[in-house]
């Protein structure tokens, strides 16, 4: 979109012990760029060797002072209790741009993920600074506490809706997206909706895991109230209804995969197929 012009600025990454905001650092860190890396845990957050990591919670804006010190350029993990307060004191310190991991979601406020999402936007929006969206749709990332489990312990996949069709992204391009509005002009105002590359159901994913990893995993259909219980053992009910809402739109309407990744970074986005070799750890031990 456009070159990043060297000024000696320092780019704050919050919630950079995240899946997303640590992708952020690395590849802003791999660019040359001075990083200071957010956390509430510094102290087990790893980051490259050249990173300030800091301590700060975005839930209690009043511990941000030191991090917004001399930042120019902020990537914003979504907190929308605090969203408010936490940008007024980024603009305060001196913060111009600042670039939100968002959602796909945000298309639909009645949902709990889509006011989460849009009332974090909307408090940048009002800001008077420099923005950029980020609106990833489902993360590949969420079958690891969907399916990891029952893969590991039993080799099998149990989930409703097998028809359903998704685009799942690796974490690595939404943060290469992210990146790219930090570090270079042109994407003042662009609310970038992401997807993967590919749409896969259900089945077609499970058989993808097995084949990259050479495990026998089988896909098993369950209803929606089974799948329910077992999700909510993970994860709390408002993301569990978004996230069966999601398989059930998708069997008659699912997302088109859209060219926003390359566009913006110039590179096609990432198969689910690396998505499994990066994360084979993960699912099957």
Excluded: C
Aim: charged share 25%.
């Amino acid at each position: 979109m456009g070159e990043w012009r060297s000024g000696g600025m320092t780019y704050l990454v919050t919630g950079a012990s995240g899946h997303v905001g640590r992708e952020v650092t690395r590849q802003l860190a791999a660019a040359g760029h001075e990083v200071r890396a957010m956390t509430r845990t510094p102290g087990r957050t790893p980051a490259p060797n050249d990173v300030e990591v800091v301590a700060g919670d975005l839930t209690r804006p009043d511990s941000l002072d030191e991090a917004l010190r001399g930042i120019e350029r902020m990537y914003l993990f979504p907190v929308p209790e605090t969203a408010s307060e936490v940008v007024a004191r980024a603009v305060r310190a001196g913060v111009r741009r600042i670039v939100v991991l968002s959602s796909s979601s945000v298309h639909d406020e009645t949902t709990h993920s889509g006011a989460h999402h849009r009332a974090v936007e909307r408090a940048v929006e009002d800001s008077g600074v420099e923005w950029t969206f980020v609106r990833p749709d489902e993360f590949a990332n969420n079958l690891l506490w969907k399916w990891g489990h029952s893969i590991r312990t039993e080799g099998v996949v149990r989930a409703p809706y097998p028809e359903a069709r998704r685009a799942l992204i690796h974490e690595r391009d939404v943060a290469a997206v992210a990146a790219a509005a930090l570090m270079t002009d042109g994407h003042a105002g662009a609310r970038y909706e992401l997807t993967g590359p590919e749409l896969l159901d259900q089945p077609e994913q499970v058989a993808r895991i097995a084949g990259v990893t050479g495990t026998g995993i089988r896909f098993e259909e369950v209803t929606p109230r089974a799948a329910r219980e077992e999700m909510i053992r993970f994860m709390p009910e408002p993301v569990v209804d978004m996230v069966l809402a999601y398989l059930v739109e998708s069997v008659t309407n699912p997302p088109a995969p859209l060219p926003t990744v390359e566009k913006v970074t110039g590179r096609p986005a990432t198969s689910f197929d690396q998505w499994v070799r990066d994360h084979r750890a993960q699912l099957v031990g």
